[in-house]
């Protein structure tokens, strides 16, 4: 008997199934970026601090690169404050008018954040999501990072050394007053320490964070190498 034949009126039926299918599977997909989002209404933030030596390792043969200067290498640098939603975050909140951040601001915040383009990558990218004007935000950016302590493990070491995710939180978490394990995340890539995110609410309080920073998702091993400069 020959395979039956669907009529041409059960394809959209069919199309209308598959197309709930995949909105329901969107719907449960991992978090992700929503670009043009409208500014603010945000439901925390991440302070990102990149281990620079990771970096460095990868960018070994880019000798502009401040933060892998030689004579005077850095350990953890401020790489961000990002607005999150819940499940997902805003990026890239402007329409037309190309985001400018004053030189004076960017040599102002030149002594935490490693290159003129990444305090410009940052304010275009993820400072516009929040509806401030550079000023304000970087303002809040400095007093964030100025609530951080760098464990004194991580200041300047000497020695390579390999650690847990949950080790490295716990450091931090000993060295900041009020920090709990659910307020941080650490991310690894290809085997070593990569950055460490700390969640603050909009009064620039450390808070939880939501479902964009699972531990197991950003850094699955049990062991991660803590480069040196």
Request: aromatic share 10%.
């Amino acid at each position: 008997m020959p395979p039956a034949r669907l009529g041409a009126g059960a394809l959209p039926v069919i199309a209308a199934l598959f197309c709930a299918t995949c909105a329901l599977a969107y719907d449960d997909a991992r978090p992700h970026a929503f670009r043009h989002a409208d500014p603010g209404n945000v439901d925390y933030y991440a302070l990102v601090l990149s281990w620079a030596p990771t970096h460095c390792l990868a960018e070994k043969d880019d000798t502009d690169d401040i933060q892998c200067a030689t004579d005077n290498p850095d350990d953890f640098v401020l790489h961000g404050f990002w607005p999150q939603y819940e499940k997902g975050w805003p990026e890239d909140c402007y329409n037309g008018k190309w985001p400018w951040v004053p030189s004076r601001l960017i040599g102002e915040m030149r002594d935490i954040m490693p290159s003129k383009e990444i305090v410009i990558h940052e304010y275009r990218t993820h400072g516009t999501c929040t509806g401030m004007a550079p000023s304000p935000y970087f303002a809040m950016v400095r007093k964030a990072y100025e609530q951080v302590t760098i464990p004194t493990v991580f200041v300047a070491p000497k020695t390579q050394r390999f650690l847990s995710p949950d080790e490295v939180k716990s450091a931090f978490i000993a060295a900041n007053d009020g920090l709990k394990a659910d307020m941080i995340a650490v991310q690894c890539r290809r085997g070593n320490l990569f950055d460490v995110r700390i969640c603050f609410s909009d009064d620039i309080r450390p808070q939880a964070c939501g479902a964009n920073f699972v531990q197991k998702e950003l850094c699955p091993l049990q062991r991660i190498t803590v480069t040196v400069p």
